[in-house]
Antibody, heavy 118, light 107 residues
């Protein structure tokens, strides 16, 4: 069974960098699929942040591209998100997920709430 | 970006009722559409992909249809465990984009 688990600080100060990691079990990242970060502000809809392939190929949402870096560590079977210069608008539940680039998003992590506040 | 417009944003129906949600894309996305169910405090769960294909293990009372710009999601007989918010999402073009959600409640 494929499982994803987000980890990282739940509180980040404004202007600092948000860093999250997604550990994957039950499936090797190197076996294929794309690995995504998706966020959801409390009570609002879903926003795709970006995705990465095991080769390191990345795709980012243009609305966040200047502040986002997604990286992969195949040896640890995990991938990570960095979002710089955060503001309160970046407060959200952050999900990691597995998907076909042009296809279904079939496995999700449970999500982790990140609050941006001083 | 492709805009996904869902309606209604919320609805209330009785157990056993047929429930229909629509999703309209701002441009032709062929059949490149997912539907998700999200219960409070939980991650979204994939129900339907390719607009009309039921994901593994999803009950047959859920169905999807449509192509191009207009799509429909149906629960044929609403059950108490179906209380959730439902989202559509297109994967014809990057960035991947989601509808605003449709909250389904029991009357």
């Amino acid at each position: 069974q494929v499982q994803l688990q987000e980890s990282g600080p739940g509180l980040v100060k404004p202007s600092e960098t948000l860093s999250l990691t997604c550990g994957v079990s039950g499936f090797s990242i190197s076996s294929g699929y794309y690995w995504a970060w998706i966020r959801q502000p409390p009570g609002k809809g879903l926003e795709w942040i970006g995705s990465i392939y095991h080769s390191g190929t990345t795709y980012y949402n243009p609305s966040l591209k200047s502040r986002v870096t997604i990286s992969v560590d195949t040896s640890k079977n995990q991938f990570s998100l960095q979002l710089t210069s955060v503001t309160a608008a970046d407060s959200a539940v952050y999900y990691c997920a597995r998907h076909k680039l042009y296809g279904e998003i079939d496995y999700w992590g449970q999500g982790t709430l990140v609050t941006v506040s001083s | 970006d492709i805009q996904m417009t869902q309606s209604p944003s919320s609805l209330s129906a009785s157990v056993g009722d047929r429930v229909t949600i629509t999703c309209q894309a701002s441009q032709d996305i062929s059949s490149y559409l997912n539907w998700f169910q999200q219960k409070p405090g939980k991650a979204p769960k994939l129900l339907i992909y390719d607009a009309d294909t039921l994901a593994t293990g999803v009950p047959a009372r859920f169905s999807g249809s449509g192509s191009g710009t207009d799509f429909t999601f149906t629960i044929s007989s609403l059950q108490p465990e179906d209380i959730a918010t439902y989202f559509c999402q297109q994967y014809d073009n990057l960035p991947l984009t989601f509808g605003g959600g449709s909250k389904v409640e029991i009357k």
